[in-house]
């Protein structure tokens, strides 16, 4: 029971309850939806995980666009996702993997220095 003088208003209860359970429901995996893309949800690039050329650090080969192969996925430094959006350590990601990308700015250079946003492991990952 309210105190005396207070009125509830019940639209105004329902918004907060409504902004609360949106809150709530949002997800720490990145859905296809959500993927940063500019070309409507696409990966700029798909290819596999090199682990063997470069052991620190996982490259990009059998890219889709050839002159992105030899780039650095920065693995330790991107959203990385499993096939259903779920986050996935770096470590669990074998040479091999197929991936899809997602960049930003790319310098140019051979081979391109670019901003990795995302990348999705869409084959098995490692034990």
């Known amino acids: 029971m309210a105190p005396t003088g207070t009125t509830y208003r019940p639209g ?3 918004l907060v309850v409504l902004a609360l359970l949106a809150g709530c429901a949002s997800s720490p995996g990145a859905a296809a939806g959500d993927l940063p893309t500019s ?3 696409a990966p700029d690039l ?4 090199d682990r063997a050329t470069d052991p620190d650090d996982a490259l990009l080969a059998d890219a889709s ?3 992105h192969d030899g780039m650095s996925l920065h693995l330790d430094d991107t959203a990385l996702v499993d096939a259903d959006g ?4 770096p470590a669990a990601v074998p ?3 197929t991936v899809e990308v997602w960049i930003d700015e ?3 250079s051979l081979p391109p220095l670019c901003t990795v946003d995302v990348v999705r492991v869409t084959s098995a990952l490692a034990p």
Do not use: S, Y
């Open 95 to 97: 040479d091999g993997a």
């Open 106 to 108: 790319c310098a140019e």
């Open 39 to 41: 070309q409507g949800g």
């Open 65 to 67: 666009d050839d002159g």
């Open 46 to 49: 798909t290819g596999t995980v």
């Open 12 to 14: 105004v209860v329902l």
């Open 86 to 89: 779920h986050p996935v350590d």
